[in-house]
């Protein structure tokens, strides 16, 4: 049977991803609105179809693993998206003819998701200062477009951070933080600037929990916000940070209701979120010997 290609109607570049995967041959092309992606794909599983195809970046892309994940079902990635981490970390071809090809006939690797709460996620979770550079980049970028906002969100973290108070329980041990921000990273994650947050390449499998100490380390975490935003590696000295890998860990909230990010999306969420792994979870088409393909035959 033809292989269902999911695509953003709304996306910048839907028309070129649309043909790089009719070119690829053996799709059928579904343009489906983000919120009615779940259903599309739920309906296209019932009636057979054992491999998906996402054209879009990693929201799109976790939209999807949130409904195969666990199954036999794989997913082939087109990257459509503005960043496209999870692609970018399997190696898989930014070049939209070429990564259709790929999606419609390369061969399967398992990696490994983790789930905040019910909510799964692909690549990272935070709480504190992330999510007020989102929440501020996206009130920006209707008028300033993406990086330009994603500078200025960065710049105005340096004057309005705040820390708060937040329990985290890692492997039964209980530590109290004062910090302005808690990252959470499938995978094992950089701890230095500027590429602090990002996958390291070949590393360790789990959780990677990132507490930012003090204000200090906040703001030069905010900088790497900003030199990331302009392309930039001007940011060399990297901010305090305790770090654990794990599979699981719990985080007490600051207040009864607060927002935590999830690959980069804001969710609103109650008293305590429990984080945990679930390695091997998800089926995805990627090149041979991918980064990610030697982590899960790790640990």
């Known amino acids: 049977m033809t292989i269902p290609a999911f695509i953003n109607p709304g996306a910048g570049n839907a028309d070129e991803a649309s043909g ?7 799709v059928e092309v579904r343009k489906t609105e983000p919120a ?14 054992r491999r998906i195809i996402i054209a879009g970046g990693d929201g799109s892309v976790a939209g999807a693993a949130s409904v195969i994940a666990g199954s036999d079902v794989s997913l082939g990635i087109v990257p ?36 905040a709460g019910e909510r799964l996620f692909i690549n990272t979770s935070s709480l504190g200062a992330y999510v007020a550079f989102v929440r501020t980049r996206e009130r920006l970028e209707p008028r300033l477009g993406y990086w330009i906002a994603s500078f200025v969100a960065s710049v105005r973290l340096l004057f309005t951070l705040r ?12 530590r109290q933080y004062r910090t302005p921000l808690v990252f959470v990273g499938v995978g094992e994650r950089e701890l230095k600037l500027p590429k602090v947050g990002g996958r390291v390449e070949g590393g ?5 929990v990132l507490i930012v100490e003090g204000r200090t380390g906040a703001r030069l975490f905010a900088l790497a916000l900003a030199a990331a935003a302009r392309g930039l590696d001007s940011v060399s000295r ?19 209701t607060a927002h935590i990010a999830v690959d ?9 979120v429990e984080y945990a792994l679930w390695r091997d979870a998800l089926r995805v088409v990627a090149p041979p010997a991918t980064s990610l393909e030697k982590d899960s035959r790790a640990g």
């Open 20 to 26: 790089a995967i009719e070119a690829a041959g053996g």
């Open 36 to 49: 009615d992606l779940a259903e599309a794909i739920t309906k296209a599983l019932d009636g057979g179809a």
């Open 80 to 115: 459509a998206g503005t960043l496209n981490h999870l692609a970018k970390d399997l190696g898989i071809p930014l070049d939209l003819e070429e990564a259709a090809r790929l999606a419609v006939g390369g061969d399967v690797i398992t990696v490994d998701v983790a789930r």
């Open 163 to 174: 820390l708060f108070t937040v329990e985290i329980e890692v492997e039964g041990e209980k």
């Open 204 to 208: 360790g499998r789990g959780l990677h």
């Open 238 to 256: 990297g901010p305090s940070i305790d770090a654990f890998l794990v599979d699981r860990c719990s985080i007490e909230l600051p207040r009864r």
């Open 264 to 272: 980069g999306e804001i969710v609103e969420v109650q008293g305590r």
